[in-house]
């Protein structure tokens, strides 16, 4: 049987202002990086979307820990190494760093997967980049911004028959804020399943997360959310 194929996107867009200036956010890509070590760990083949210097799979293990026993952390390493080298051929690894290379990425791998994951913190707004640098004597500088097209509202367009997980950010938001706003998006962008996470806004830690799904949704342990979506994936795919 063939396997199936897992698309997870990951990490940050930037948007650039000029040559040497832009707007990001703060993703790292490790959400991303976990949920598709899990998947690769239970025989799926994954195409990995991220961002240019975000956390990759396996690779986010390869580095020591200084506040830990060196030859501890060798033993670790070694390990990490072996299970990368055990499951490379089943992860395909392509980088993006603008709003741009995100979306060219995204729509030629959509068509040919069966599960789509929208890790990545995607860029709400543009602006129109100049070319060199802008002068740094300048005492005000107004920039326009511009809403993106959403791409999450158009991936069944590319593949219909895809599953599509989504991803909402919130800042601060109690449950039913979650539960509302969530079931909202869940629809309007026609996913299977939407992870909602809000952060607190003083430590910018999750503070809470919900899984919502057609006929449910639940409020679960952040350190429960891989294994969690994996079942919740799977429940589709093989029923």
């Known amino acids: 049987m063939c396997k199936k194929i897992i698309t997870i996107t990951s990490g940050h867009t930037i948007?650039?202002?000029?040559?040497?200036?832009?707007?990001?956010?703060?993703?790292?890509?490790?959400?991303?990086?976990?949920?598709?070590e899990n998947f690769l760990y239970n025989g799926y083949y994954v195409n990995f979307l991220c961002a240019k210097n975000s956390v990759k799979p396996f690779i986010r293990?390869?580095?020591?820990?200084?506040?830990?026993d060196f030859n501890k952390?060798?033993?670790?390493?070694?390990?990490?190494?072996?299970?990368?080298?055990?499951?490379?051929n089943n992860l395909n690894i392509q980088e993006?760093?603008?709003y741009d290379d995100y979306l060219n990425n995204i729509t030629s791998v959509a068509k040919n997967s069966d599960v789509i994951i929208l890790c990545a913190a995607v860029s709400d707004y543009y602006i129109q980049s100049v070319k060199g640098k802008i002068s740094s004597n300048r005492?005000?500088?107004n920039l326009k911004l511009k809403k993106t097209k959403k791409i999450i509202h158009h991936i069944k367009e590319f593949n219909p028959n895809i599953i599509q997980v989504g991803f909402k950010?919130?800042?601060d938001s109690n449950y039913e804020e979650m539960k509302k706003i969530g079931i909202k998006n869940f629809y309007l962008h026609n996913s299977d399943i939407l992870v909602v996470n809000s952060l607190n806004s003083k430590t910018m830690k999750p503070k809470l997360t919900m899984m919502i799904l057609k006929n449910t949704s639940y409020i679960l342990d952040r350190l429960?959310?891989?294994n969690r979506l994996l079942k919740e994936v799977e429940s589709i795919l093989y029923n």
């Open 15 to 36: 948007v650039k202002i000029d040559d040497v200036r832009h707007i990001s956010n703060f993703s790292s890509g490790i959400t991303g990086a976990k949920i598709a």
């Open 61 to 68: 293990n390869l580095s020591i820990n200084h506040n830990f």
């Open 73 to 88: 952390e060798i033993e670790r390493m070694k390990n990490n190494f072996n299970i990368l080298n055990k499951l490379k």
């Open 96 to 98: 993006f760093i603008t």
């Open 139 to 141: 005492e005000v500088l």
């Open 169 to 171: 950010l919130l800042i």
């Open 224 to 226: 429960e959310l891989e």
